[in-house]
């Protein structure tokens, strides 16, 4: 499916994750509905560091990543090598997020590590129904 956009209510889970992080990475993968990306899977024994982080691929649960979110402790948002050999195993919508880890200092990337647009939309979310 063609990612349309991510809801804001998700972007600004992203933002306030990797603020509380800093100065040590947030990474997880993006999820789509409908073309919308609504949610971050955080994989278990995902480790984190003031220079990286390291997703467990093989800690994923059998459904399809859209992509990947990490942030980076500074001010830089360019994908770094280990970024890219990410991206091309998980989608095609990458998002890094910088300082100050405001709704201006994120970028979206390709899985070759292109930028690329994604609007961030206003979603109403429909609650969950209990089991």
């Given at each position: 499916?063609?990612?349309?956009?991510?809801?804001?209510?998700?972007?600004?889970?992203?933002?306030?994750?990797?603020?509380?992080?800093?100065?040590?990475?947030?990474?997880?993968?993006?999820?789509?509905?409908?073309?919308?990306?609504?949610?971050?899977?955080?994989?278990?024994?995902?480790?984190?560091?003031?220079?990286?982080?390291?997703?467990?691929?093989?800690?994923?649960?059998?459904?399809?990543?859209?992509?990947?979110?990490?942030?980076?402790?500074?001010?830089?948002?360019?994908?770094?090598?280990?970024?890219?050999?990410?991206?091309?195993?998980?989608?095609?919508?990458?998002?890094?997020?910088g300082k100050p880890y405001s709704r201006q200092s994120w970028t979206c990337?390709?899985?070759?590590?292109?930028?690329?647009?994604?609007?961030?939309?206003?979603?109403?979310?429909?609650?969950?129904?209990?089991?």
């Amino acid at each position: 499916m063609q990612v349309k956009g991510i809801a804001r209510d998700t972007l600004d889970f992203i933002l306030e994750a990797s603020r509380s992080m800093a100065p040590e990475e947030f990474a997880g993968l993006l999820q789509e509905k409908d073309g919308i990306i609504t949610e971050v899977l955080i994989l278990p024994g995902t480790e984190s560091s003031d220079t990286s982080a390291v997703l467990r691929l093989y800690m994923m649960p059998n459904m399809k990543a859209t992509g990947s979110v990490h942030s980076h402790p500074g001010h830089n948002r360019s994908p770094s090598e280990a970024d890219l050999h990410l991206f091309s195993k998980t989608g095609n919508c990458h998002i890094i997020v910088g300082k100050p880890y405001s709704r201006q200092s994120w970028t979206c990337y390709d899985r070759k590590g292109k930028i690329r647009d994604l609007p961030v939309l206003n979603i109403e979310f429909e609650e969950d129904e209990e089991i």
